[in-house]
């Protein structure tokens, strides 16, 4: 298993964007698929976004079109582009194996969008 560390979140305003990244100590490239995931209040955590080791990806209907996932398999590092967030945006990010968990949940990392 791998240690999973997220960054790159903050408060931002409708509207606007962010790029979270997650740092795996160890090789992710022979993990098939690494998945964003969000937690919000009061809700279950939820798969985001996910992109496979050869280049298929899934987006949630919730963040089609506004999120992009991609992986640096020689930097062991998956990101996340959000454009457009919206206030429903707001939750905890995490980073994992998408088809089952491939290391530790992190601690995340905080998305809050307001004005």
């Known amino acids: 298993q791998v240690q999973l560390v997220e960054s790159g979140g903050g408060l931002v305003q409708p509207g606007g964007s962010l790029r979270l990244s997650c740092a795996a100590s160890?090789?992710?490239?022979?993990?098939?698929?690494m998945g964003w995931y969000r937690h919000a209040p009061g809700k279950q955590r939820e798969l985001v976004a996910y992109?496979?080791?050869?280049?298929?990806?899934y987006d949630a209907n919730s963040v089609k079109g506004r999120f992009t996932i991609s992986r640096d398999n020689a930097k062991n590092a998956v990101y996340l582009q959000m454009n457009n967030l919206k206030p429903e945006d707001t939750a905890v990010y995490y980073c994992?194996?998408?088809?089952?968990?491939?290391?530790?949940w992190g601690q995340g990392t905080q998305v809050t969008v307001s004005a």
């Open positions: 994992n194996g998408a088809m089952g968990s491939v290391g530790s």
């Open positions: 160890g090789r992710i490239d022979s993990i098939y698929a």
């Open positions: 992109r496979t080791n050869v280049n298929t990806t």
